[in-house]
C-alpha cells in the first residue's frame, strides 16, 4: 500500500531556529512529490519536486529530494512566528487516476516569539 | 482562494439528514477532488471528478455521493450524516498536472 510518512509529527522552536521537516514516501510509481502549508484554511503550495538531488527555494525555504532515500526535506531557516502552520508533503505517482495524490499527516511547526 | 469557493463555510447538522457541500470554480479546471480532513489521519481523498458527469471513488467514500453536472461545480452528498462524518472538507482543483488549489474548507459538525 502507497503511503507517505513525516517526521517529527509536531515540532516547537523559537523564532530564529532552523527546523527541518522530513517526508519519506513508499510509492508505486513515483513522479514527484509536493509541499504544502497550511495556516487556519487551505494547504497552500510550496514546492514540487521531480528531479532528485536538486534544490527549490523560496525565500528562507528549502526543499530537496533525495530518490535513493525515498524521502525529502524542507528546510526553514531563521523562522518567524509566521512560520507556524502544518507542513504537508503529497507525493503524485505516474498513471492512475489524477486523484492519487497521498498525503502525509503533515507536521505541525509553532515557532514561539 | 481566488477562483475556487466553498459553500457553506459552516454548518450543524442532525445525525440521518442528508447535507450537500457545494465546491464552485472560475478556473475552468478539469479535475476536482473533495477531500475531508481529521486530526491523526491528514487530508484524505472521497471522491474526485476528471470532467462532466466523470466521477471516481477514494479513499473514503462510504456515505458520500457526488456529482457533476458542470464544470465549474462539484457537489459532496452526505445521504444520511453520521456523527463520524464530523470533519473539515476541503474542495480542491487542478489542470492535470500538480498544481493543486484548495479551497477554504468546510467545517461540518454532525450532532
Known amino acids: 500500500e502507497d503511503k507517505v510518512v513525516q517526521s517529527p509529527l509536531s515540532l516547537v522552536v523559537h523564532e530564529g531556529d532552523t527546523v527541518t521537516l522530513n517526508c519519506s514516501y513508499e510509492?508505486?510509481?513515483?513522479?514527484?512529490l509536493l509541499w504544502y502549508k497550511q495556516e487556519k484554511k487551505a494547504p497552500t503550495f510550496l514546492f514540487m519536486l521531480?528531479?532528485?538531488?536538486i534544490e527549490k527555494k523560496s525565500g528562507r525555504l528549502s526543499s530537496i529530494l533525495d530518490k535513493k532515500e525515498l524521502s525529502s526535506i524542507l528546510n526553514i531557516t531563521a523562522t518567524q512566528t509566521g512560520d507556524s502552520a502544518i507542513y504537508l508533503c503529497?507525493?503524485?505517482?505516474?498513471?492512475?487516476?489524477?486523484?492519487?495524490?497521498?498525503f502525509g499527516k503533515g507536521t505541525k511547526l509553532s515557532v514561539k516569539p | 482562494d481566488a477562483g475556487i469557493t466553498q459553500s457553506p463555510r459552516h454548518k450543524v447538522t442532525e445525525t440521518g439528514t442528508p447535507v450537500t457541500l457545494r465546491c464552485h470554480q472560475t478556473?475552468?479546471?478539469?479535475?476536482m477532488y473533495w477531500y475531508r480532513q481529521d486530526p491523526g489521519h491528514g487530508l484524505r481523498l472521497i471522491h474526485y471528478?476528471?470532467?462532466?458527469?466523470?466521477?471516481d471513488k477514494g479513499e473514503v467514500s462510504d456515505g458520500y455521493s457526488v456529482s457533476r453536472s458542470k464544470t465549474e461545480d462539484f457537489l459532496l452528498t452526505l445521504e444520511s450524516a453520521t456523527s463520524s462524518q464530523t470533519s473539515v472538507y476541503f474542495c480542491?482543483?487542478?489542470?492535470?498536472?500538480?498544481?493543486?488549489?484548495f479551497g477554504s474548507g468546510t467545517r461540518l459538525t454532525v450532532v
Open positions: 480542491a482543483i487542478s489542470e492535470g498536472s500538480y498544481g493543486y488549489t
Open positions: 510509492v508505486t510509481n513515483f513522479r514527484s
Open positions: 521531480t528531479s532528485s538531488g
Open positions: 503529497a507525493a503524485v505517482p505516474y498513471g492512475g487516476s489524477q486523484g492519487n495524490l497521498i
Open positions: 478556473e475552468n479546471h478539469r479535475y
Open positions: 471528478s476528471y470532467g462532466v458527469k466523470d466521477t
